[in-house]
């Protein structure tokens, strides 16, 4: 049986990592993290997140191969891409498999917690993942 959490953060930086799972865990939330793309799936299979921030590069498995690999598991599940400055010119490929917000770093910690509640809001609505950002 999987154990149910509201944010899986997949970022193969660790301070990253540590950083959003502190200001997240702060805010209510519960967070599991991820170092990649492996370890994020292997998460997928043990928890049910509510939502996924999501690293766009990574070694090995890079976001666009996760995205790809999580969707096939799991079709409606919100996905925010965080991306460095200038990187958004891939922005169309990711919202082929329903990315619809992207976190651009470095990021403003307020406006991480905005996007999470707006997307957690917005996912409680059946059907409403595709909707989100528009």
């Known amino acids: 049986m999987s154990k149910c959490c509201d944010i899986l953060v997949v970022d193969d930086q660790q301070g990253v990592r540590r950083l959003l799972q502190e200001v997240l865990t702060e805010q209510g939330y519960e967070v599991v993290t991820a170092a990649n793309g492996i370890k994020a799936l ?7 997140p509510r939502a996924v921030i999501l690293d766009m590069k990574m070694p090995g498995l890079d976001g666009l191969e996760t995205l790809k690999k999580l969707r096939e598991r799991n079709s409606e599940i919100p996905v925010i891409m965080m991306t460095a400055y200038g990187e958004l010119d891939t922005e169309e490929r990711f919202q082929q498999y329903g990315v619809r917000q992207f976190l651009v770093k470095p990021f403003d910690l307020n406006d991480v917690c905005f996007l999470i509640k707006k997307v957690l809001e917005t996912a409680e609505k059946p059907g409403n993942f595709q909707n989100i950002g528009r």
């Not at 292997?42 to 049910?48: E, P, Q, T």
Request: a positive charge; hydrophobic letters at 45%; zero cysteines.
């Open 42 to 48: 292997d998460l997928l299979s043990r928890f049910k």
